[in-house]
């Protein structure tokens, strides 16, 4: 072989090396080393990674912090995932045509997406104060109690998941909007020319058209839900009496606060089953539902 | 059309001063005096503007060093991100090569996996390097990016084939045609990949709050929460609304300027990070 084949050969390899190095370094080489770790107690008590089987999954099926975190997290993830998507896809409903100020519009309901969480956690913990809060001065001019949105059980978890809707909306909306564009306007036209209603239009053209942006945002918002992290370190803290404690909480808790590695890395593992089991089972139960514009036959 | 037009937007606004409201609130508590928050009314605006609460947070929090300190990481990820992503991608988009269908599949399940979910492992994987709380540290899992393949794979592979045999007719190599050809032509890419990852590690938090421990690698983000927290400011709403402000005013500066961009990358991506 020639100098110069060998050069052509060797090229490739040679330019995706650096991001394959740290590829592996920082997400492949911890995802297997959690599993590794996670079959070992690592703790204070004994720093050095000790084999112990199955213990720190039983620990963690066993204890009810454990299936408290689950539940939280499923019931959060629930909620911001349903409430987003209806939300943001009204507001693309109702931004797709020509429209004054259109992109005022679109800027006001994006730029949540684009301030750290950190910031956004700050400004809506002031906005939720109870007593002197602007929120609840609100509510109680309709009739509401006073409410303590952070720290009583009722109430603390809603909060998570107002901040939730409002920073992410935007972004998924925006979304939307470009699947909406994809739609051409002959459609509606001859739907209209067979009268039909906005109603059906909706669900005989958008909806089935749109439906592979909608499952894609259906992922990403249900693997994001389950990342969820900064608003309740900054908000809650997990509490009140773990109310609000989730996945990426309890582990930072069990890994940085009790320093047991061991069992961080057994939920840690979990986690990323769990993210891989409901991705799969998306894929199975509502990937069929999806319509893609390639499968009509002439 | 145009009475119909009306009906929207009775129906956006209510959404949109909802949405803005945060912003705003913040905006204006930044700029009250300390006694105006806790009033039984809320006032709109502030009775005086006043200034005194940017003098005393930066009094207070090392903003500074936190400025610079997220400026360097900011920008320097970027630069060796420019790198890392130009030649992964390039070789996906335009070379052949064994494996390389799957070896691109693996590299986007970087997607699925966020950093978040390995904070315990790769922090062992810092300390083991001797890097805490360092800003090497915080960039480091960052460096390959899954997302800036992806979108400058996509830029790159709709570069005619055509241009390249002229290249390579006038002897200009593979790697000259690659920073003079290929990479002028997909800039508006690398914009969008630029302010992608300009405003993921502008709001970063919980991985650098692991990671650093002192004033000479903390961010922004961690500056703020850690002042949240700490007595001074129990209660002193309109301090910590200033600091809120400090510390996102360049990002929605530059989300202003560039909003058209900003939207279309975000819409081109569709995915984050």
């Not at chain 1, 992922?219 to 109310?243: E, K, V």
């Not at chain 1, 808790?253 to 047991?260: G, I, K, S």
């Not at chain 2, 320097?76 to 130009?86: E, N, W």
């Not at chain 2, 032509?185 to 405003?199: E, G, R």
Request: charged share 10%; with cysteine.
């Amino acid at each position: 072989m020639s100098f110069h084949r060998l050069r052509q050969k060797i090229r490739p390899w040679v330019y995706i090396f650096p991001s394959f190095f740290f590829l592996f370094m920082f997400t492949f080489y911890p995802a297997f080393k959690s599993i590794y770790l996670s079959f070992c107690s690592m703790n204070i008590a004994s720093p050095r990674p000790i084999f112990i089987g199955l213990d720190n999954y039983i620990h963690a099926f066993t204890t009810p912090l454990f299936w408290t975190v689950l539940k939280n997290n499923l019931f959060y993830a629930g909620v911001t995932v349903l409430a987003t998507l209806a939300l943001a896809l009204f507001l693309a409903l109702m931004l797709d045509r020509e429209l004054y100020v259109a992109s005022l519009y679109k800027t006001t309901f994006f730029y949540p997406n684009v301030i750290p969480m950190a910031a956004a956690s700050m400004i809506w913990l002031y906005i939720f104060i109870p007593g002197y809060g602007i929120l609840n001065y609100y509510f109680s001019k309709i009739g509401f109690p006073n409410i303590e949105w952070v720290t009583s059980r009722r109430y603390a978890m809603w909060a998570l998941i107002i901040v939730a809707i409002w920073k992410n909306a935007g972004y998924y909306m925006i979304i939307f909007l470009a699947g909406l564009q994809q739609i051409s306007e002959d459609l509606y036209e001859a739907a209209t020319l067979d009268g039909a209603s906005s109603w059906r239009k909706f669900w005989k053209i958008t909806w089935p058209i749109l439906s592979p942006t909608t499952f894609f945002v259906l992922i990403i918002s249900f693997i994001n839900s389950f990342q969820a992290i900064d608003q309740i370190y900054l908000m809650t803290r997990g509490g009140p009496g773990n109310a609000t404690n989730m996945f990426i909480y309890y582990i930072y808790q069990v890994a940085f606060r009790f320093w047991d590695f061991g069992y961080g890395s057994a939920l840690t593992v979990i986690l990323l089953v769990l993210l891989l089991v409901g991705t799969v089972l998306v894929f199975v139960f509502i990937e069929p539902k999806v319509f893609y514009q390639s499968d009509i036959k002439p | 059309m145009r009475r119909k037009n009306w009906i929207i937007h009775l129906i956006l606004i209510p959404y949109a001063i909802l949405f803005a409201f945060p912003l705003f609130w913040m905006f204006v508590t930044a700029f009250k005096q300390y006694s105006e928050v806790f009033s039984l009314t809320p006032k709109w605006f502030p009775a005086h503007w006043t200034l005194e609460n940017f003098k005393e947070v930066v009094k207070i929090v090392p903003f500074g060093h936190y400025y610079l300190n997220t400026v360097m990481l900011v920008f320097g990820l970027l630069i060796v991100q420019f790198v890392t992503v130009t030649l992964a991608a390039y070789a996906f988009a335009r070379m052949e090569f064994k494996f390389k269908n799957i070896l691109f599949v693996i590299f986007l399940s970087q997607l699925m996996i966020a950093p978040q979910t390995l904070i315990a492992p790769n922090y062992l994987t810092i300390k083991s390097l001797g890097l805490l709380d360092t800003k090497t540290a915080i960039a480091l899992p960052y460096v390959a990016s899954a997302i800036g393949v992806f979108l400058m794979r996509q830029a790159f592979a709709a570069i005619p084939k055509e241009l390249e045999e002229a290249a390579a007719i006038d002897y200009c190599g593979p790697i000259r045609f690659l920073i003079h050809v290929a990479i002028p032509l997909v800039k508006p890419s690398y914009l969008a990949f630029a302010l992608i990852s300009i405003t993921y590690h502008w709001n970063e938090f919980f991985w650098p709050l692991i990671i650093t421990d002192t004033v000479r690698s903390r961010t922004l983000t961690v500056g703020l929460a850690l002042f949240a927290q700490s007595s001074e400011s129990a209660a002193e709403w309109t301090l910590l609304m200033a600091a809120t402000l400090l510390v996102i005013m360049p990002l929605v500066i530059i989300f202003l300027i560039f909003q058209r961009s900003f939207i279309k990358s975000f819409m081109q991506s569709g995915l984050k990070g």
